[in-house]
């Protein structure tokens, strides 16, 4: 089963490397995902998106790719910098009419 | 670039009282959420609305739980008698329209019910 409370999974990088965060969705039927940066304190903040009918979707420093076969889904930011400090959650769901369905998140810390 | 605000950022409430939410979605979208987040944990799913009524709810939007959009920009949460449990971040968010559109959340109103 989820974990719940305090315990997020954690992911430490040296400024100016790449940083990956995976995702595992859990509804094969889900065909929109986003990902989202939570800074403490804030609400989410949309980073990308991908439809399901693609599996790979680049924005500014940031990739998303979408492994459908195996629910997988991840996050690439190229040249992490200190302000990409946050708790990052991918989210899914079933043609956008259906709630979004949050992950349990992962926490990127930045050592400068 | 316009956003969802919400108010007030902090709320602090005596367990049994009523609280209100309130949260302006950007202008020309047409769903609205709220979802909360309890301290430490991931974003959940209370309710959703279109078109002036609930479209959707997950088990924890009870009896205790209502929204309303009282005007052309307003959207609120109201919870009847708060419980300790009510203890989150309540984030309002809002949609374009159907289909696939990037949900636009709020900055989150933080509730502590002592």
């Known amino acids: 089963g989820e974990s719940v409370g305090l315990h997020l999974p954690t992911l430490s990088v040296q400024e100016g490397d790449n940083s990956i965060i995976n995702c595992a969705y859990s509804?094969?039927?889900?065909?929109?995902f986003i990902w989202y940066k939570q800074e403490s304190g804030k609400g989410p903040q949309f980073i990308i998106d991908?439809?399901?009918?693609?599996d790979k979707r680049q924005g500014q420093r940031v990739t998303v790719l979408l492994n459908k076969t195996v629910k997988h889904l991840s996050l690439q930011i190229a040249a992490t910098q200190p302000g990409d400090s946050a708790v990052y959650f991918c989210a899914e769901t079933y043609s956008g009419n259906t709630p979004l369905v949050f992950g349990k998140g992962t926490r990127l810390s930045v050592i400068a | 670039e316009p956003e969802v605000t919400q108010t007030p950022s902090h709320q602090v409430t005596q367990m049994g009282q009523e609280v209100i939410l309130r949260c302006v979605p950007i202008s020309n979208h047409l769903y609205f959420y709220w979802y909360r987040q309890i301290l430490g944990q991931k974003v959940e799913f209370l309710v959703s609305?279109?078109?002036?009524?609930?479209?959707?709810k997950s088990e924890i939007f009870d009896d205790q739980f209502s929204v309303e959009r009282p005007d052309g920009s307003n959207f609120t949460l109201k919870i009847r008698s708060t419980k300790l449990e009510d203890s989150a971040m309540y984030f309002c968010?809002?949609?374009?329209?159907?289909?696939?559109?990037?949900?636009?959340f709020g900055e989150g109103s933080w509730l502590t019910v002592v």
């Open positions: 609305f279109y078109n002036n009524e609930i479209s959707e």
């Open positions: 991908i439809r399901s009918n693609m």
């Open positions: 509804n094969s039927a889900s065909d929109y």
């Open positions: 968010a809002s949609r374009p329209g159907t289909g696939k559109s990037t949900i636009y």
